[in-house]
Protein backbone atom coordinates (compact mmCIF):
# COMPACT_ATOMS: atom_id res chain seq x y z
CA UNK A 1 0.00 0.00 0.00
CA UNK A 2 1.50 3.07 -0.96
CA UNK A 3 1.03 6.88 0.71
CA UNK A 4 -1.42 8.24 -2.11
CA UNK A 5 -3.29 4.92 -1.89
CA UNK A 6 -3.43 6.14 2.45
CA UNK A 7 -4.60 9.39 1.57
CA UNK A 8 -7.45 8.03 -1.30
CA UNK A 9 -8.83 5.74 1.42
CA UNK A 10 -8.35 7.87 4.61
CA UNK A 11 -10.13 10.70 2.16
CA UNK A 12 -12.46 8.64 0.88
CA UNK A 13 -13.67 7.22 3.93
CA UNK A 14 -14.01 10.63 5.89
CA UNK A 15 -16.38 12.33 2.59
CA UNK A 16 -18.56 9.41 2.53
CA UNK A 17 -18.92 9.45 6.32
CA UNK A 18 -19.66 13.38 5.60
CA UNK A 19 -21.78 12.44 3.07
CA UNK A 20 -23.60 10.15 5.37
CA UNK A 21 -23.99 12.80 7.72
CA UNK A 22 -25.45 15.28 5.28
CA UNK A 23 -28.57 12.96 4.24
CA UNK A 24 -29.17 11.63 8.02
CA UNK A 25 -28.01 14.64 11.01
CA UNK A 26 -31.70 16.33 11.87
CA UNK A 27 -30.01 19.44 12.34
CA UNK A 28 -30.13 21.20 9.19
CA UNK A 29 -27.12 24.27 10.28
CA UNK A 30 -25.09 20.94 11.22
CA UNK A 31 -25.73 19.08 7.64
CA UNK A 32 -24.45 22.24 5.71
CA UNK A 33 -21.66 22.06 7.51
CA UNK A 34 -20.30 18.26 7.32
CA UNK A 35 -21.29 19.37 3.35
CA UNK A 36 -18.43 21.55 3.31
CA UNK A 37 -16.26 18.87 4.86
CA UNK A 38 -17.43 16.19 2.04
CA UNK A 39 -16.82 19.23 -0.68
CA UNK A 40 -13.43 19.30 1.06
CA UNK A 41 -12.91 15.79 0.31
CA UNK A 42 -13.86 15.49 -2.99
CA UNK A 43 -11.36 18.68 -3.36
CA UNK A 44 -8.53 16.31 -2.08
CA UNK A 45 -9.96 13.64 -4.82
CA UNK A 46 -9.21 16.05 -7.62
CA UNK A 47 -5.76 17.05 -6.49
CA UNK A 48 -4.63 13.10 -6.26
CA UNK A 49 -5.93 12.89 -10.01
CA UNK A 50 -3.83 15.91 -10.81
CA UNK A 51 -6.42 18.81 -11.53
CA UNK A 52 -5.29 21.33 -10.02
CA UNK A 53 -7.46 23.93 -11.46
CA UNK A 54 -10.36 22.10 -10.95
CA UNK A 55 -9.35 21.89 -7.20
CA UNK A 56 -9.03 24.96 -7.26
CA UNK A 57 -12.79 25.77 -8.99
CA UNK A 58 -14.09 23.29 -6.01
CA UNK A 59 -12.74 25.62 -2.98
CA UNK A 60 -14.39 28.59 -5.02
CA UNK A 61 -17.21 27.87 -6.28
CA UNK A 62 -17.99 24.91 -4.43
CA UNK A 63 -16.98 25.20 -0.70
CA UNK A 64 -16.97 29.50 -1.08
CA UNK A 65 -20.35 30.08 -3.01
CA UNK A 66 -22.75 26.81 -2.99
CA UNK A 67 -22.04 26.16 0.39
CA UNK A 68 -22.26 29.77 1.79
CA UNK A 69 -25.58 29.70 -0.10
CA UNK A 70 -26.85 27.05 1.47
CA UNK A 71 -26.14 27.84 4.94
CA UNK A 72 -27.70 31.33 4.27
CA UNK A 73 -30.95 29.35 2.92
CA UNK A 74 -31.49 27.12 6.03
CA UNK A 75 -30.44 30.36 8.77
CA UNK A 76 -33.45 32.26 6.26
CA UNK A 77 -36.00 29.01 6.94
CA UNK A 78 -34.62 29.02 10.23
CA UNK A 79 -38.16 27.91 11.97
CA UNK A 80 -38.90 24.88 10.31
CA UNK A 81 -35.14 23.49 10.24
CA UNK A 82 -35.15 23.63 13.96
CA UNK A 83 -38.67 21.97 14.67
CA UNK A 84 -38.61 18.53 16.40
CA UNK A 85 -40.85 16.45 13.47
CA UNK A 86 -39.38 13.92 11.42
CA UNK A 87 -36.95 15.69 8.92
CA UNK A 88 -37.13 12.48 6.71
CA UNK A 89 -40.57 11.03 4.86
CA UNK A 90 -42.96 8.69 5.56
CA UNK A 91 -41.40 6.38 2.99
CA UNK A 92 -38.07 6.74 4.24
CA UNK A 93 -37.01 3.30 3.61
CA UNK A 94 -37.60 3.01 -0.34
CA UNK A 95 -35.76 5.90 -0.97
CA UNK A 96 -32.59 4.05 1.03
CA UNK A 97 -33.92 0.77 -0.66
CA UNK A 98 -33.48 2.62 -3.93
CA UNK A 99 -30.23 3.79 -2.77
CA UNK A 100 -28.86 0.22 -1.97
CA UNK A 101 -30.04 -1.34 -5.16
CA UNK A 102 -28.34 1.23 -7.23
CA UNK A 103 -25.12 0.94 -6.01
CA UNK A 104 -25.47 -2.68 -5.66
CA UNK A 105 -26.12 -2.62 -9.10
CA UNK A 106 -22.84 -0.07 -9.77
CA UNK A 107 -20.74 -2.65 -8.15
CA UNK A 108 -22.03 -5.59 -9.55
CA UNK A 109 -20.91 -3.48 -13.08
CA UNK A 110 -17.92 -2.26 -11.77
CA UNK A 111 -16.51 -5.46 -10.36
CA UNK A 112 -17.18 -7.29 -14.19
CA UNK A 113 -14.90 -4.43 -15.98
CA UNK A 114 -11.02 -6.37 -15.39
CA UNK A 115 -9.35 -3.12 -17.00
CA UNK A 116 -10.25 -0.84 -14.44
CA UNK A 117 -7.92 -2.24 -11.98
CA UNK A 118 -4.44 -0.81 -14.10
CA UNK A 119 -2.89 2.68 -12.82
CA UNK A 120 -3.08 6.05 -13.87
CA UNK A 121 -1.14 6.85 -17.26
CA UNK A 122 1.50 9.06 -17.29
CA UNK A 123 0.35 13.00 -18.29
CA UNK A 124 1.43 13.83 -21.45
CA UNK A 125 3.68 17.08 -21.33
CA UNK A 126 4.54 19.73 -18.54
CA UNK A 127 1.79 18.89 -15.70
CA UNK A 128 1.99 22.97 -15.74
CA UNK A 129 0.86 23.24 -19.14
CA UNK A 130 -2.32 21.42 -18.60
CA UNK A 131 -4.58 24.78 -16.82
CA UNK A 132 -2.65 26.89 -20.32
CA UNK A 133 -4.18 24.37 -22.33
CA UNK A 134 -7.58 23.82 -20.68
CA UNK A 135 -7.55 27.54 -20.73
CA UNK A 136 -7.16 27.73 -24.70
CA UNK A 137 -9.68 24.85 -25.23
CA UNK A 138 -11.83 26.78 -23.62
CA UNK A 139 -11.77 30.23 -25.95
CA UNK A 140 -10.45 27.97 -28.72
CA UNK A 141 -13.17 27.83 -32.09
CA UNK A 142 -12.65 24.40 -32.96
CA UNK A 143 -13.02 23.37 -29.39
CA UNK A 144 -14.97 24.22 -26.77
CA UNK A 145 -16.02 27.77 -27.19
CA UNK A 146 -19.42 27.12 -27.76
CA UNK A 147 -20.70 24.78 -24.54
CA UNK A 148 -18.22 27.67 -22.86
CA UNK A 149 -20.44 30.51 -23.73
CA UNK A 150 -23.48 28.60 -23.29
CA UNK A 151 -22.65 27.92 -20.08
CA UNK A 152 -21.74 31.74 -19.46
CA UNK A 153 -25.63 32.49 -20.59
CA UNK A 154 -26.49 29.72 -18.94
CA UNK A 155 -24.94 31.87 -15.28
CA UNK A 156 -26.63 35.19 -16.43
CA UNK A 157 -29.69 33.62 -16.84
CA UNK A 158 -29.91 31.92 -13.71
CA UNK A 159 -28.25 34.88 -11.90
CA UNK A 160 -31.04 37.27 -12.89
CA UNK A 161 -33.56 34.36 -12.75
CA UNK A 162 -32.76 33.77 -9.21
CA UNK A 163 -32.80 37.79 -8.25
CA UNK A 164 -35.92 38.31 -9.74
CA UNK A 165 -37.87 35.30 -8.13
CA UNK A 166 -36.37 36.27 -4.87
CA UNK A 167 -37.76 39.68 -4.82
CA UNK A 168 -40.01 40.53 -1.85
CA UNK A 169 -43.61 40.32 -2.87
CA UNK A 170 -44.55 43.85 -2.74
CA UNK A 171 -41.79 45.48 -4.89
CA UNK A 172 -42.33 42.45 -7.61
CA UNK A 173 -46.12 43.85 -7.58
CA UNK A 174 -45.11 46.99 -7.86
CA UNK A 175 -42.72 46.37 -10.63
CA UNK A 176 -44.93 44.46 -12.80
CA UNK A 177 -47.18 47.37 -12.11
CA UNK A 178 -45.14 50.05 -13.47
CA UNK A 179 -43.78 47.88 -16.74
CA UNK B 1 -0.90 3.58 -7.51
CA UNK B 2 -4.65 3.86 -6.93
CA UNK B 3 -6.83 1.90 -9.68
CA UNK B 4 -9.43 3.50 -11.40
CA UNK B 5 -11.83 1.36 -9.91
CA UNK B 6 -11.32 2.93 -6.62
CA UNK B 7 -12.37 6.32 -7.99
CA UNK B 8 -15.46 4.87 -9.91
CA UNK B 9 -16.55 3.12 -6.64
CA UNK B 10 -15.97 6.00 -3.91
CA UNK B 11 -18.55 8.02 -6.60
CA UNK B 12 -20.92 5.20 -6.93
CA UNK B 13 -21.36 5.38 -3.15
CA UNK B 14 -21.40 9.45 -2.76
CA UNK B 15 -23.82 9.16 -5.73
CA UNK B 16 -26.22 6.60 -4.11
CA UNK B 17 -25.70 8.68 -0.64
CA UNK B 18 -26.81 11.78 -2.35
CA UNK B 19 -29.87 9.83 -4.24
CA UNK B 20 -31.10 9.21 -0.88
CA UNK B 21 -30.77 12.59 0.85
CA UNK B 22 -32.55 14.00 -2.07
CA UNK B 23 -35.44 10.87 -1.99
CA UNK B 24 -35.84 10.94 1.62
CA UNK B 25 -35.30 14.61 3.31
CA UNK B 26 -38.85 16.59 3.76
CA UNK B 27 -36.70 19.66 3.89
CA UNK B 28 -36.14 21.64 0.21
CA UNK B 29 -32.68 22.79 1.00
CA UNK B 30 -31.69 19.45 2.35
CA UNK B 31 -33.06 17.77 -0.65
CA UNK B 32 -30.95 20.75 -2.72
CA UNK B 33 -27.69 19.03 -0.57
CA UNK B 34 -28.87 16.04 -2.02
CA UNK B 35 -28.43 16.77 -5.11
CA UNK B 36 -25.13 18.89 -4.76
CA UNK B 37 -23.45 15.50 -3.45
CA UNK B 38 -24.41 13.25 -6.43
CA UNK B 39 -23.19 16.24 -9.01
CA UNK B 40 -20.37 16.22 -6.80
CA UNK B 41 -20.15 12.47 -7.71
CA UNK B 42 -20.22 13.20 -11.38
CA UNK B 43 -17.61 15.13 -11.14
CA UNK B 44 -15.43 12.85 -9.68
CA UNK B 45 -16.06 10.39 -12.12
CA UNK B 46 -15.67 12.63 -15.39
CA UNK B 47 -11.91 13.69 -13.65
CA UNK B 48 -11.20 9.92 -12.98
CA UNK B 49 -12.19 9.10 -16.92
CA UNK B 50 -9.78 11.91 -18.16
CA UNK B 51 -6.60 10.81 -15.80
CA UNK B 52 -7.09 7.46 -16.81
CA UNK B 53 -8.36 6.89 -20.26
CA UNK B 54 -7.67 10.25 -22.71
CA UNK B 55 -5.07 12.25 -20.58
CA UNK B 56 -4.22 13.85 -23.57
CA UNK B 57 -7.43 15.04 -24.68
CA UNK B 58 -9.36 17.77 -22.49
CA UNK B 59 -12.58 17.08 -22.91
CA UNK B 60 -13.34 15.57 -19.40
CA UNK B 61 -11.93 18.54 -17.34
CA UNK B 62 -13.88 20.85 -20.02
CA UNK B 63 -17.25 18.78 -19.02
CA UNK B 64 -16.21 18.88 -15.59
CA UNK B 65 -16.36 22.68 -15.82
CA UNK B 66 -19.50 23.09 -17.59
CA UNK B 67 -21.18 20.99 -14.63
CA UNK B 68 -19.56 23.32 -12.05
CA UNK B 69 -21.61 25.94 -13.91
CA UNK B 70 -24.92 24.41 -13.87
CA UNK B 71 -24.26 23.22 -10.17
CA UNK B 72 -24.18 27.34 -9.48
CA UNK B 73 -26.97 28.23 -11.56
CA UNK B 74 -29.41 25.33 -10.51
CA UNK B 75 -28.25 26.04 -6.37
CA UNK B 76 -29.21 29.89 -7.00
CA UNK B 77 -32.44 29.22 -8.50
CA UNK B 78 -33.29 26.68 -6.22
CA UNK B 79 -32.87 28.59 -3.19
CA UNK B 80 -34.02 31.60 -4.60
CA UNK B 81 -37.03 29.55 -5.01
CA UNK B 82 -37.17 27.89 -2.10
CA UNK B 83 -36.63 31.64 -0.04
CA UNK B 84 -39.72 32.82 -2.51
CA UNK B 85 -42.12 29.77 -1.29
CA UNK B 86 -40.86 29.71 2.40
CA UNK B 87 -42.27 34.01 2.52
CA UNK B 88 -45.30 33.09 0.57
CA UNK B 89 -46.86 29.63 2.59
CA UNK B 90 -44.17 29.62 5.70
CA UNK B 91 -42.94 26.11 5.19
CA UNK B 92 -39.92 24.60 2.92
CA UNK B 93 -41.59 20.85 3.73
CA UNK B 94 -41.22 19.56 0.35
CA UNK B 95 -44.97 17.62 0.65
CA UNK B 96 -46.83 20.54 1.90
CA UNK B 97 -45.81 22.60 -1.68
CA UNK B 98 -48.33 21.05 -3.22
CA UNK B 99 -50.31 23.31 -5.20
CA UNK B 100 -49.88 21.74 -8.83
CA UNK B 101 -50.98 18.39 -7.02
CA UNK B 102 -53.77 17.61 -8.13
Known sequence: MTVLQLIFLLTAAATLASGMMVVASPNLVHAALWLIIALAGVTVLFVLLEAGFLAVVQVAVYIGAIAILIIFAVMLTRRIAADSQSQVTRSWWLAALASLLLFGGLLAMLTQIPTLTAGAPVLPGNPDDIVRDLGQSLVSLDQYVLPFETASVLLLAALIGAIVIALPPKAAGAEGGES | ?102
Open chain 2, 1 to 102: MIPLSWYLIFAAALFCIGLYGALARRNSVAIIMGIELMLNAVNINLVAFWRYITPGFLAGQVFAIIVFAVAASEAAVGLALIISIYRKRSTVVAEEIDMLKW
